[in-house]
């Protein structure tokens, strides 16, 4: 017997009490890990999901993460997240979200790129090579995700060292890695709850350089960009990992996080 | 038409890899969330939930906690909380838990204790006066919770700080506070990934003293306590609130934590 499995996967999601902030808002790191939870259980139903691939010695490494969000999801609130594969090359593919209210609203979108690395090695594996390919057989172009692409940006080397952290137990995940969601959590931290009070996230991109470690000394650097509206606010956020052996850093990390007031 | 609703209450949750720690078991605090959401899932199907409370400008507080895990959801399993009314008093009722795996063997208990204020005059409020008492009728005694109580301890006067933390945006539940599950990973973050690798949290105890609000600085002083047996590990940890203005310090929360090597 042959099933059919659908390109769209669909997931249904309740903003819990606890994981909401001041305004009563999901928190957007919550949000984005059930936009994870989302993508494993798409490609766990498409056989390449995380937990399948680590039986190989493979894994899902996420490179570029980009989200608007119209309205966040309150405490209580049911939702919905939607996923599908908009296209995949040799060693990258994009996956893309749509974030939906019970009513069927879309409250946002959310764009991801991913390669897959062997875990031993840590080299890019072509993505044709799991399971004969059979990715390609849920590209769905047609779905449109209308929202910006991924920009380029430049980060500002003369700007002042905003806030010093340390990689903790519980910001490591299973590999021992910082978890891409903390990344999250550490940068909307610079800002002040009077702040988050006034401004929403209204879109986030992030950009996935390199692996950071438990006990990794990680260095902020914040910079604001003028905006032609009042109502809104652009920050450019790089992030270091300093190798105090070599007493340098390196850039692992970079996001530009735009506000609204609301 | 009159509907009985059972007593004990009982849900699923799936251990998401997204919370899994180094040792591909869930995180200590994304339990307590779960134990948390189990106690509000509970609680709201009894006419007693904390969203209904809200429009009686009443709420919901944790006084005590204690946990005993034997084993640790690991990554992608399903497990499910029971949760049941021990007793209830005018001021503090006694809520316990039970943590089961899919073939319904018990991974843990829990233990807590709550009152109820009154959100404008955070004074506590007679548990009998809302919905006529109606909790009473949820009171389970004969369901077993067979772990010890809650102790009472002294904290070290004489004990160094250990820690100095400042309550940030991703710290604060919706009311503002210091989130209750928050303390613990704030605690579990004393130790590096090496000790978490080797010992595991089976016991854990949190008195809940008083309020912290964002900006608070909070100092964590960590003892150590001799154990008889070599394989495990007893800490008592006590967190102050700084009042910078009065150049003192206040307990606002001390936690007794046992690990056993595994």
Same mark, same amino acid.
């Given at each position: 017997?042959?099933?059919?499995?659908?390109?769209?996967? #669909? !997931? @249904?999601?309740?903003?819990?009490? =606890?994981?909401?902030? /001041?305004?009563?808002?999901?928190?957007?790191?919550?949000?984005?890990? +059930?936009?994870?939870?989302?993508?494993?259980? +798409?490609?766990?139903?498409? &056989?390449?999901?995380? *937990? $399948?691939? #680590?039986?190989?010695?493979?894994?899902?490494?996420?490179?570029?993460?980009?989200?608007?969000?119209?309205?966040?999801?309150?405490?209580?609130?049911?939702?919905?997240?939607?996923?599908?594969?908009?296209? =995949?090359? #040799?060693?990258?593919?994009?996956? *893309?979200?749509? /974030? %939906? &209210?019970?009513?069927?609203?879309?409250?946002?979108?959310?764009?991801?790129?991913?390669?897959?690395?062997?875990?031993?090695?840590?080299?890019?594996?072509d993505l044709f090579s799991v399971h004969n390919g059979e990715i390609v057989n849920y590209i769905t172009p047609e779905k449109?995700c209308p929202i910006a692409g991924f920009s380029n940006w430049k980060t500002n080397s003369n700007t002042k060292c905003t806030?010093?952290?340390?990689?903790? !137990?519980?910001?490591?995940?299973?590999?021992?890695?910082? @978890?891409?969601?903390? $990344?999250?959590?550490?940068?909307?931290?610079?800002?002040?709850?009077?702040? +988050?009070?006034?401004?929403?996230?209204?879109?986030?991109? /992030?950009? $996935?350089?390199?692996?950071?470690?438990?006990?990794?000394?990680? %260095? /902020? $650097?914040?910079?604001?960009?003028?905006?032609? @509206?009042? &109502?809104?606010?652009?920050?450019?956020?790089?992030?270091?990992?300093?190798?105090?052996?070599? &007493?340098?850093?390196?850039?692992?990390?970079?996001?530009?996080?735009?506000?609204?007031?609301?």
């Amino acid at each position: 017997m042959t099933t059919t499995i659908s390109k769209i996967g #669909k !997931y @249904n999601f309740t903003a819990e009490a =606890v994981h909401c902030d /001041i305004k009563q808002n999901l928190f957007i790191s919550t949000l984005c890990h +059930h936009i994870l939870r989302a993508a494993d259980l +798409h490609s766990t139903e498409r &056989n390449f999901g995380m *937990n $399948y691939l #680590k039986t190989l010695n493979k894994t899902w490494v996420l490179s570029r993460f980009a989200l608007e969000i119209f309205q966040m999801p309150k405490a209580y609130d049911n939702f919905s997240i939607e996923t599908w594969v908009e296209n =995949v090359m #040799k060693n990258f593919t994009a996956r *893309n979200f749509a /974030i %939906l &209210n019970q009513a069927e609203q879309t409250l946002g979108f959310c764009r991801s790129i991913w390669s897959m690395i062997d875990t031993e090695t840590r080299h890019p594996i072509d993505l044709f090579s799991v399971h004969n390919g059979e990715i390609v057989n849920y590209i769905t172009p047609e779905k449109d995700c209308p929202i910006a692409g991924f920009s380029n940006w430049k980060t500002n080397s003369n700007t002042k060292c905003t806030k010093q952290i340390q990689i903790l !137990y519980s910001d490591c995940d299973s590999n021992g890695h910082l @978890n891409s969601v903390k $990344y999250i959590d550490h940068v909307l931290d610079l800002w002040d709850l009077d702040f +988050h009070k006034t401004f929403h996230v209204c879109r986030m991109e /992030i950009a $996935y350089q390199a692996e950071c470690y438990f006990g990794d000394t990680l %260095l /902020i $650097y914040s910079t604001e960009i003028p905006t032609e @509206n009042a &109502n809104t606010k652009e920050f450019r956020i790089q992030i270091c990992k300093l190798l105090a052996s070599e &007493n340098t850093e390196i850039e692992v990390s970079k996001l530009k996080v735009c506000f609204i007031k609301q």
